[in-house]
């Protein structure tokens, strides 16, 4: 099992930075790639970003070179930084972990950015 807690949700004006973090705990060494999904209000849950274990990465077309994914050293936090915010990048954030088999969901943090 993984457990995940999202932080470091909040306010911010147009075109500004927000960093929002993800610790996961449990059998973390099953984990074979860590991300984030978005959900706005009345729309679906849309893909953001992806990091597997080797640090690849890969960004959704709508976030690409505003948003970075990262982990730290022991690879058990996923971040993502996102700078040049819009309006349209407010919504909840959930942070995933994939394993082998079943995917893992954290609480959400919610992302608002005002005009």
């Known amino acids: 099992q993984v457990q995940l807690v999202e932080s470091g949700g909040g306010g911010v004006q147009a075109g500004g930075s927000l960093r929002i973090s993800c610790a996961a705990s449990?059998?973390?060494?099953?984990?074979?790639?860590m991300g984030w999904y978005r959900q706005a209000p009345g729309k679906q849950r849309e893909w953001v970003a992806t990091?597997?274990?080797?640090?690849?990465?890969d960004y959704a077309g709508s976030v690409k070179g505003r948003f970075t994914i990262s982990t730290n050293t022991a690879r058990n936090t996923v971040y993502l930084q996102m700078n040049s915010l819009k309006s349209e990048d407010t919504a909840v954030y959930y942070c995933y972990a994939r394993t082998i088999g079943k995917n893992y969901w954290g609480q959400g943090t919610q992302v608002t950015v005002s005009s």
């Open positions: 990091i597997t274990t080797g640090g690849v990465t």
């Open positions: 449990g059998t973390i060494a099953s984990i074979i790639a």
